[in-house]
């Protein structure tokens, strides 16, 4: 292996952690780590969607290696407008989810002897519960319950216009060897970065999930506002 090859290596790894810190990669498993309580479930979370997008990748670059197929421009704005539509549901389940948990109650008050009326927004009773016992869910027999959303994600983000920069950098290789190297080192990249990046955005949902159930809906509901916003942005500069 020569020193061009690792350095083109090296840069795809790097590439691939970059690439997994894009804003759609981003909001779709924003809204997946949303719903759990552990970090390990939340990791894991990231590295089903860097599963699901490598091989996207690896099957794009059979298709265009071995096949000398052309990915045409239309193909790529069709995939990017599905992960748009996906990222708007997405968010809209998380958001209306949150939503569903909190029930706004008005009390009456006396001050001075003056009634005065205020308005309060209380956690429902079966949330409540939820999330003050997160065993209830047996995270520890479903670790691998919530995989497929994530993975199926991945496929889509790696079919999309940011895969499709990948095979361009494929020409330019020595060997489809070394081309399908680079998939793998992207990927791998690609993956550890979703990793990091899950773990990251799980520890706030951790460390609620045994104490404030309502703060836990409050940033769910900043989750999924958040994704549908960016799938929205995406549908209409696409």
Excluded: N
Excluded at 19 to 29: C, I, K, L
Excluded at 141 to 166: C, N
Excluded at 221 to 230: E, H, M, N, R, Y
Aim: net charge neutral; aromatic share 4%; with cysteine.
């Amino acid at each position: 292996m020569d020193a061009s090859l690792i350095a083109a290596l090296g840069l795809g790894f790097l590439l691939g952690l970059r690439h997994a810190m894009e804003a759609d990669h981003v909001a779709a498993m924003s809204t997946f780590v949303s719903q759990e309580r552990t970090l390990l479930r939340s990791c894991l979370r990231g590295t089903f969607w860097g599963i699901g997008h490598t091989a996207a990748l690896l099957a794009a670059g059979v298709a265009v290696i071995a096949f000398k197929l052309h990915i045409p421009p239309a193909f790529e704005r069709g995939v990017e407008t599905c992960i748009a539509l996906v990222l708007m549901l997405l968010g809209g389940h998380v958001l209306l989810r949150a939503l569903g948990t909190l029930s706004l109650h008005s009390h009456e008050h006396v001050h001075d002897g003056v009634v005065h009326r205020h308005a309060h927004v209380h956690l429902k009773q079966d949330a409540r519960r939820d999330h003050a016992d997160p065993g209830a869910a047996h995270d520890h027999a479903h670790l691998f319950a919530g995989a497929r959303r994530p993975l199926l994600m991945g496929l889509l983000h790696g079919l999309g216009g940011g895969g499709a920069l990948v095979l361009v950098v494929l020409t330019t290789l020595p060997s489809p060897a070394a081309a399908f190297l680079y998939i793998l080192v992207f990927g791998l990249g690609s993956t550890a970065g979703m990793l990091v990046l899950s773990g990251l955005m799980g520890v706030p949902f951790a460390l609620l999930a045994g104490g404030s159930g309502r703060a836990a809906s409050v940033l769910q509901i900043a989750v999924g506002a958040g994704s549908a916003l960016i799938g929205v942005v995406m549908l209409a500069t696409g």
